[in-house]
């Protein structure tokens, strides 16, 4: 052979190259199906659990609204209970049925404390300043 049909003459390592393949069909879809599926997927699963999260909260809320009305509410009775129990004739009864021997006050009974040295212009308001430690008894 000569050197011009050498060069026409295909050489064996080019009939060993092969032609690139062309994708299958089955290649895209996985490649770009799948992901968006798994992303779907994904994307539920994420979803009830947040919904399930939410009505878990939601009931709590309503739990502890019922229990906010029921303490506002036993509030409400025992402000009452405490009106009656404070009320002049439920205390007049009272001295009625223990028969207790009450009498007017004596202006004995009665004391003012008065400090002496009294703070002025801003000063302390404490009856017991530095100076005087005991108030005195009038």
């Given at each position: 052979?000569?050197?011009?049909?050498?060069k026409?003459?295909p050489?064996l390592?080019?009939d060993?190259?092969?032609?690139?393949?062309?994708?299958?069909?089955a290649?895209?879809v996985m490649?770009?199906i799948?992901?968006?599926?798994?992303?779907?997927?994904?994307m539920?699963?994420?979803?009830?659990?947040?919904t399930?999260?939410?009505?878990k909260l939601n009931?709590?809320a309503?739990?502890?609204d019922n229990?906010?009305e029921q303490?506002?509410?036993?509030?409400?009775?025992?402000?009452?209970?405490?009106d009656?129990l404070?009320?002049?004739?439920?205390?007049?009864?009272q001295i009625?049925r223990?028969?207790?021997?009450l009498?007017?006050?004596?202006?004995?009974?009665?004391?003012?404390?008065r400090?002496?040295?009294?703070?002025?212009?801003?000063?302390s308001?404490?009856?017991?300043?530095?100076?005087?430690?005991?108030?005195?008894?009038?």
């Amino acid at each position: 052979m000569n050197e011009f049909t050498r060069k026409m003459k295909p050489s064996l390592s080019a009939d060993r190259v092969r032609q690139p393949r062309k994708k299958s069909r089955a290649a895209v879809v996985m490649a770009v199906i799948l992901p968006a599926i798994v992303f779907a997927f994904v994307m539920i699963c994420f979803r009830i659990h947040y919904t399930t999260q939410v009505e878990k909260l939601n009931q709590k809320a309503a739990y502890l609204d019922n229990e906010i009305e029921q303490v506002r509410y036993n509030i409400q009775n025992i402000q009452n209970r405490k009106d009656a129990l404070c009320s002049l004739p439920h205390i007049r009864k009272q001295i009625a049925r223990f028969n207790l021997p009450l009498v007017p006050r004596q202006p004995s009974q009665l004391s003012y404390l008065r400090a002496e040295n009294s703070p002025s212009n801003h000063q302390s308001n404490s009856a017991f300043s530095s100076e005087n430690r005991v108030a005195q008894v009038k």
